[in-house]
């Protein structure tokens, strides 16, 4: 059996950071939560999925609310899952609508994006600051294309990786030059963040109001470095959760994208590991840019998601988007079934405690209909989610779904039914499920209601 | 038998940090040029097919037995940069101390005041005291003062609010605009001298514009002013566009490129970016653009003729091509490249409440997207605006989606031919063109409104801000100005690294 199924690494984590908590400077934050065990509640961990060009909503769209409801073509490989997950529909984000692609990059951040706007934090990044201190890894982010989807509180996009292999080895090796040697490396950057934030604190009282914004931004960035330099330290002296067995043999390889499923699959099971092992709590993973969603070789289709969703109503075309949205969610699924096999440290499916948003900033590519958004959100039973219904933001703001009508359809995932129905408030409700206190996230006007 | 054979490689294409350096596996990309035996695509029966039956290529390529890789090269100019670097193995601290001074006055491209530098002369003797030597404890130093943030920004002004720069911030933003980089010792001498005014000034400015340096100016001003990022950020369907590869996206690029340093260098007119009869092309832009094959290797001035349907930066690939989505040419967007790129106008982003385009029926004859967005002129609400940004891009209706001419416009929905392309049009102010030729005609006339929009674009560009209603006088001094020099470019350019916006905070 691995390793990683009976957590026994977990004790010598435990008794390492107690020996090193005595001694750790915490200048500005809590640096690093020492054990486990003074923490009031489980681990929860969110991961959000991204698709680029929204779906063929066709096939995609279920028209039933609430319990009852049947499974759309696209979303057959989830019924598995039903207790499990809650499909949602009618959602958008404003700042999103009219302007096409730019959808992927507010798409957790439900910023607005003009000449003179700025994007703000993204979701997962609020997250990361209340379980940073009690995990290696301060997120992860995972884009095919190197963007993520992950975005600073200075509106700076974090890059991704994209390498299965770069990814394990990030996550579970231990750096090659030995545990001296990196202590001496940050120790040294310690140093220079130091003489950094004394040179900006002699300047501080010397300044006009109008620099302080610019010298705020560099401030918070030397500060988090530093932060995150203290933390590295501490947890050098933790060893690497080790990776056997099958785990390894299915995670620690290069799988190039031209093999989709084989790409989608590995990259959840890295995400999986992760949360397994503790390595961090928060993952965002972009399975494309707008512009370069991924073709599906193995299905035949050669086609980029962009390229699909600019169908112009070729019958071919939209078959062909219908199956590479289906492929998307059939990995989605393996990803959940997966999550519910794996037992989390209390012995429950780590399902329970792992939020999963999937879904895209676009519902309608064809014309850049950025309302009644796909998203579908799953497990985190644990953290408070109720499942087992469509949640339909649309109901009672028009007359029904018109699958036969495209061009109604296509009015409805482009101009928001209800339009009060922001995506952020799902947003706010994922961030306080993870212990985020706040009760605004973005341009939330309410937190979602689940059930 | 042995042959030496010559490859036009994009290296930044094959070794690609950001997305972790993929370099079997770049056959997965839209842009791979190497590719190896152990690469499974070629083992996947739905991946593309290299040999016919007969064991022939079915693509021009080329087998290597091995290739050999030579590197890091660390040529002597580089190794010269670094002398002096760091201080002598056993140098006192107050030697440490000079050494690190003039070193951050280097990076911070002003004097410094020998205070200001502790915090780094302090991390300098923790690292001594922690048991490092002379060397190491030093690069603590040099590191803090390269993150610190008069490194990392242009810092200008003191506390107490003053109208212009002083000689030092002047030097860095003379320097940054033309080099994009520190002043060279020349400039630093120059503003320890108190030098940079008048005929001093106007000689600094005459050597920057000949230092080959100006040609970082060169590629990045054009870059920005045309947006040649959006090149290639929806790459054309391989379907649709057999023809589009990495090569002749790059060759677009640089086209765009040489074409901005040929009327720079030669100093020529506004006028050529509008329209011209030459251009700067490779032999595979010459084949793409149906134009004879050039005598030499490389991009080199060659001759267009009126059939030829190009000339100018409008009709020329890469802008017809980012103004594209892949699949389909943007007549809108590139309408709004028209008002952004030639009269500096940015038009609002569409309302949020506009209806959906819906697909063609597959059983109504083919439509083209001109007579998809007539929607456009007829709805009041879209026509506001529309009606400015339409007849700026159907002009360049007969270019598809990679900038190839064409007279039908090809879509894949409907019945019935593909129909026939109209690329007329008329202007707000009512002016009417049949075609991308007239509409350039018509772009002469308005060559003060170009004029106007360029210099504003050069400023943004120096000034590295936004420009407000309080900077029009100044606009219109460097206007006035390159009108009395004809509208030619590289005194357009000098005009504004001379003019008194640059001087001022």
């Known amino acids: 059996m691995s390793h990683i199924a009976t957590q026994s690494w977990l004790i010598d984590r435990r008794r390492a950071l107690r020996g090193l908590g005595s001694f750790i400077a915490l200048p500005f934050l809590e640096c690093m939560v020492p054990a486990r065990a003074a923490e009031p509640l489980a681990p929860r961990r969110s991961v959000f999925i991204y698709i680029p060009n929204g779906v063929n909503t066709l096939d995609y769209q279920i028209t039933a609310a609430g319990k009852d409801y049947a499974f759309s073509r696209t979303l057959k490989p989830l019924e598995k899952h039903r207790q499990s997950i809650t499909p949602i529909s009618g959602l958008h984000h404003p700042g999103g609508l009219g302007h096409h692609h730019n959808c992927q990059k507010i798409w957790l951040t439900g910023g607005q994006l003009g000449p003179t706007d700025r994007n703000t934090i993204s979701v997962d990044q609020r997250m990361a600051e209340v379980t940073s201190p009690h995990t290696r890894f301060h997120s992860l982010e995972v884009a095919n294309k190197g963007e993520s989807l992950a975005w600073t509180a200075d509106g700076i996009r974090l890059p991704g990786m994209s390498r299965c292999r770069e990814i394990f080895a990030h996550l579970f090796e231990e750096p090659k030059d030995g545990t001296a040697a990196q202590r001496r490396a940050l120790r040294r950057k310690g140093s220079v963040l130091d003489a950094n934030l004394a040179e900006v604190h002699s300047l501080e009282k010397k300044m006009g109001a109008g620099d302080k914004g610019r010298l705020d931004q560099y401030l918070t960035a030397v500060r988090e470095t530093e932060i995150r330099t203290q933390r590295a330290d501490a947890w050098l002296d933790v060893p690497r959760p080790a990776i056997a067995g099958a785990d390894r043999q299915r995670a620690d390889r290069e799988v190039p994208q031209t093999q989709a499923g084989e790409y989608f699959r590995t990259i959840y099971d890295l995400i999986l590991l992760a949360f397994q092992t503790d390595a961090t709590r928060v993952a965002t993973f972009s399975s494309g840019l707008e512009g370069q969603g991924l073709a599906i070789p193995e299905l035949g289709i050669s086609q980029s998601r962009h390229e699909l969703s600019h169908h112009n109503g070729d019958p071919g075309h939209m078959e062909k988007l219908t199956q590479s949205d289906t492929f998307a969610v059939e990995q989605f699924s393996y990803f959940l079934t997966r999550l519910s096999e794996t037992k989390d440290l209390d012995g429950r499916p780590l399902l329970d405690t792992t939020m999963a948003l999937f879904g895209s900033g676009m519902a309608y590519g064809h014309s850049h209909g950025n309302a009644n958004l796909p998203l579908v959100l799953a497990g985190g039973a644990g953290c408070g989610l109720k499942h087992g219904t469509h949640l339909d933001l649309n109901q009672g703001h028009f007359g029904g779904y018109q699958l036969d009508n495209p061009g109604e359809h296509y009015r409805l995932c482009s101009r928001p039914a209800n339009a009060g129905a922001h995506m952020s408030n799902l947003l706010l409700l994922m961030a306080r499920a993870m212990g985020v206190e706040t009760d605004r996230f973005g341009d939330s006007n309410r937190e979602l209601t689940l059930g | ?505």
Not at chain 2, 204 to 233: S, T, Y
Not at chain 2, 446 to 459: K, T, V, W, Y
Request: proline letters at 7%.
């Open chain 2, 1 to 505: 038998m042995p042959a030496s054979l010559d490859f036009n490689v994009v290296a930044t294409d094959i070794i690609s940090r950001d997305k972790g350096g993929h370099h079997r596996n770049i056959l997965g990309g839209s842009n791979y040029i190497f590719t190896h035996t152990s690469e499974t695509r070629l083992l996947n029966p739905t991946g593309p097919k290299l040999f016919d039956e007969a064991g022939n290529g079915i693509f021009s390529f080329v087998l290597l037995d091995w290739i050999e890789w030579e590197g890091p090269i660390v040529s002597e100019a580089e190794r010269a940069t670094r002398a002096g670097v760091l201080p002598p193995a056993e140098a006192a601290p107050e030697a440490v101390a000079a050494h690190l001074q003039k070193f951050a006055e280097r990076a911070w491209r002003r004097p410094v005041a020998p205070g200001e530098l502790a915090p780094y002369l302090n991390a300098y003797a923790a690292e001594r005291a922690a048991g490092e030597d002379v060397a190491a404890a030093y690069q603590v130093a040099l590191l803090g003062v390269l993150t610190s943030r008069h490194f990392t920004y242009l810092v200008e002004g003191d506390a107490a609010p003053r109208a212009r720069l002083n000689d030092w911030e002047l030097a860095s933003r003379l320097s940054y605009f033309l080099w994009s980089s520190m002043p060279d010792d020349a400039l630093v001498t120059a503003a320890r001298g108190a030098a940079l005014t008048g005929s001093g000034l106007a000689a600094q400015v005459d050597q920057m514009l000949a230092d080959p340096k100006i040609e970082r100016f060169i590629a990045d001003f054009p870059r920005q002013w045309l947006q040649l990022h959006r090149l290639g950020m929806f790459p054309p369907d391989g379907t649709l566009y057999p023809d589009y590869d990495v090569w002749l996206e790059a060759s677009m690029r640089e086209e765009a490129i040489g074409y901005f340093r040929e009327v720079f260098s030669q100093n020529l007119p506004l006028d050529a970016f509008l329209s011209s009869d030459w251009t700067v092309a490779n032999a595979r832009l010459c084949e793409f653009y149906r134009l004879p094959a050039p005598p030499a290797a490389g991009f080199q001035r060659v001759s267009l003729r009126p059939e030829d349907h190009r000339g100018g930066l409008l009709t020329m690939g890469a802008i017809l091509g980012l103004t594209s989505d892949g699949t389909r040419h943007r007549p809108v967007h590139r309408g709004v490249w028209v008002s952004e790129a030639i009269f500096g106008k940015t038009p609002p982003p569409p309302p949020a409440n506009v209806e959906p385009i819906e697909p063609n029926p597959p059983d109504s004859p083919k439509a083209t997207i001109r007579q998809k967005i007539k929607a456009h002129a007829q709805n009041a609400n879209c026509a506001a605006c529309h009606r400015k940004i339409d007849p700026l891009g159907l002009a360049f209706d007969q270019f598809d989606a990679i900038g190839q001419w064409r007279t039908r416009e090809r879509v894949e929905s409907g019945t019935g031919d593909d129909p026939p392309v109209d690329a007329s049009g008329e202007l707000p102010d009512g002016r009417r063109y049949r075609d991308a030729a007239e509409f350039k005609r018509l772009l002469l006339e308005d060559r003060d409104r170009f004029l106007h929009a360029f210099a504003e674009q050069l400023c943004t560009y120096a000034l590295r801000r936004v420009l407000t209603v309080d900077d029009r006088e100044d606009i219109r001094a460097i206007v006035g100005e390159a009108k009395q020099k004809d509208y030619r470019l590289k005194d357009i350019v000098r005009a504004v690294a001379l003019s008194d916006i640059i001087q001022k905070r």
